[in-house]
């Protein structure tokens, strides 16, 4: 059982590691390539992008020919796409080889939360998960400290190959170790669904990121937008009418579960914002170097590590409608703490508002991820998971198109039409300007999120404990 476990644990740790690691070296990754924000984003948001359109079909490929060979292969095409992400020559290949890491990662995650219930008998599930839990949250710790040592000893490629040994030694091993599962038998998959839902996603995050440039946005930025928006009404219409849609949108009609859903996408949003702009404050205007960068930025997934745990316990005592909306506006504080950062800022100044930020974030999601999963029907727990992990890649996709899109226009504003690649110096107060905005903003969208979980229960929307 222990060595199934270590094996599931290693994937969760390696692809939440990675994720983390690679945000820190963002700033190094443009300075080598010499390219502007809105094309260095993308190194993060392809990755986001191809989980968040993914991960549904996965988990319908994983039932039908069993979840041990998807997440086997899935560690191999991890391992794979991270070593072409090490010897990527310019920055599209370095996207494109994100793109199958991604696959990889969204493989693992579609099947890691059913591979551990297969792993722990039903009295010992909690205790799985929790496990899992504090590999995630290890991962997410380790990975700026990690991440910052090897941009100061070596540079931004070594991130990418730390993976690639533990995924090429880990494929055979799960292929024979983990335990094996019936399929499901084949059933009708939705292509036109995932494909409409793919092409919505692509295109309004590409929108968003060409809008950035220092031009603005232009009539085909528009109507990419508008396009993307008409193919989701699109889709909205096209899984109403099948048996077995992709996206099951009849969870949607309970309130518990929209207001879930909506609070999840908007929470991640709120902490994707600043895992892509703090960094580069860090960077540019303080001047850190690699490790210490990463020690700021560990205050984070630290808090959470140690605030989760308790935060979950909390929400089986008083519900999840206080936790969630305290969260949301502990976020919120501290993004607007942050907001308020001047060029002469200490490195510890920033960590303490980081952690606060962590600290909201703690105290949101294991009350709301309770919520939804403790008010669907037990046949639908597995789907609503799937969903969970879905809003939670669409608010960090989101997240840093929005950010990206934010600070580029307002650096643009403020420094006569500059992308951040030409930062010098002589343009730090440009920089603080757009900081400060576009933090402002968000912060707007986390007190909108705020109000939007505090309607859990206000108008009876909190689920009953134990729905079957």
Not at 53 to 70: E, H, M, N, Q, V
Not at 290 to 303: K, S
Not at 372 to 393: E, I, M, Q
Not at 405 to 426: C, E, K, T, V
Request: charged share 10%; hydrophobic share 55%; glycine share 12%.
């Amino acid at each position: 059982m222990w060595l199934s476990f270590l094996i599931v644990a290693a994937g969760v740790f390696m692809s939440t590691m990675d994720g983390s690691m690679v945000n820190i070296a963002l700033p190094a990754i443009m300075d080598e390539l010499q390219a502007p924000l809105r094309s260095t984003e993308w190194v993060v948001m392809i990755y986001l992008l191809t989980i968040t359109a993914t991960l549904l079909f996965w988990g319908y490929l994983a039932d039908r020919i069993g979840r041990r060979r998807i997440y086997a292969v899935g560690m191999l095409v991890f391992a794979l796409g991270s070593l072409a992400c090490f010897l990527a020559p310019q920055l599209r290949w370095l996207v494109l080889a994100r793109l199958g890491q991604a696959l990889g990662a969204a493989m693992m995650m579609a099947t890691g939360p059913a591979m551990v219930k297969e792993i722990f008998p039903p009295g010992q599930l909690g205790r799985g998960l929790g496990l899992i839990g504090i590999a995630v949250s290890l991962g997410l710790m380790a990975g700026p400290a990690i991440g910052g040592f090897l941009l100061d000893a070596f540079s931004w490629r070594a991130i990418f190959l730390v993976t690639v040994p533990v995924g090429l030694a880990l494929f055979a091993p799960a292929l024979r170790l983990l335990p094996p599962d019936r399929a499901a038998g084949w059933r009708r998959f939705d292509a036109a669904g995932a494909m409409l839902w793919l092409l919505a996603l692509t295109a309004i995050v590409v929108a968003l990121s060409r809008a950035s440039a220092p031009k603005g946005a232009g009539a085909s930025d528009l109507l990419l937008l508008a396009g993307g928006i008409l193919i989701l009404g699109l889709l909205v219409k096209v899984e109403l009418l099948v048996s077995h849609p992709f996206l099951p949108l009849h969870l949607f009609r309970e309130g518990f579960f929209s207001i879930g859903m909506a609070s999840a996408v908007l929470s991640f949003v709120l902490l994707f914002t600043v895992l892509l702009l703090i960094p580069f404050y860090l960077d540019r205007i303080l001047g850190l170097s690699g490790t210490h960068l990463g020690l700021v930025m560990m205050a984070t997934p630290a808090t959470v590590l140690v605030v989760a745990p308790i935060a979950g316990r909390l929400a089986d005592r008083i519900g999840s409608r206080l936790l969630t909306t305290a969260g949301m506006l502990l976020s919120s504080t501290g993004l607007l703490l942050l907001a308020n950062l001047t060029p002469g800022q200490q490195p510890w100044e920033v960590a303490w508002r980081m952690a606060l930020m962590g600290f909201g974030q703690a105290l949101f999601l294991s009350p709301n991820s309770a919520s939804v999963l403790g008010g669907v029907d037990k046949h639908y727990v597995g789907t609503a998971s799937a969903l969970l992990a879905t809003a939670r890649n669409l608010g960090m996709l989101l997240g840093i198109a929005q950010a990206g899109l934010l600070f580029s226009l307002f650096f643009g504003a403020y420094s006569g039409g500059l992308d951040l690649h030409l930062f010098s110096p002589a343009h730090t107060g440009a920089f603080m300007l757009g900081l400060n905005h576009s933090l402002l903003i968000t912060a707007g969208i986390g007190l909108a999120g705020a109000a939007i979980s505090w309607r859990r229960e206000s108008e009876g929307l909190e689920p009953p404990s134990g729905r079957s």
